[in-house]
């Protein structure tokens, strides 16, 4: 079993940016693909980055590429995602999730293990 703890939503104006990190335990992620999912109110939960465990294979939606950053520090078993140029339409709960090394991995129905959610809040 996989444990996941996001952190470092919060608010914050349009053009700003934020950290999220997701801390894991129970087992090391080094051999876990690792992505970051988020669901607005009303909505599906969408695909927004991923990270493959050999840490080479970085994947972004079109939505927030040039903008964001996912990142992984196997050492301190932890996920970032760097959010740079937030836009209102970038508020939603951010989740992060993992999955032994599936080749897919854009798609949510992949993932076995998920945190709780964080609340990234983008005011205009």
């Known amino acids: 079993q996989v444990q996941l703890v996001e952190s470092g939503g919060g608010l914050v104006q349009a053009g700003g940016s934020l950290r999220l990190s997701c801390a894991a335990s129970g087992r090391t992620i080094s051999s876990y693909n690792m992505g970051w999912f988020r669901q607005a109110p009303g909505k599906e939960r969408v695909f927004v980055a991923a990270v493959r465990w050999t840490g080479a294979g970085l994947y972004y939606a079109d939505s927030v590429k040039g903008r964001f950053t996912v990142s992984r520090d196997n050492a301190k078993n932890t996920v970032y995602l760097q959010m740079n140029s937030l836009k209102p339409e970038d508020t939603a709960v951010y989740y992060c999730?993992?999955?032994?090394?599936?080749?897919?991995?854009?798609?949510?129905?992949?993932?076995?293990?998920w945190g709780q959610g964080t609340q990234v809040t983008v005011s205009s």
């Open positions: 999730a993992a999955v032994l090394r599936s080749p897919i991995i854009t798609d949510s129905r992949t993932y076995d293990y």
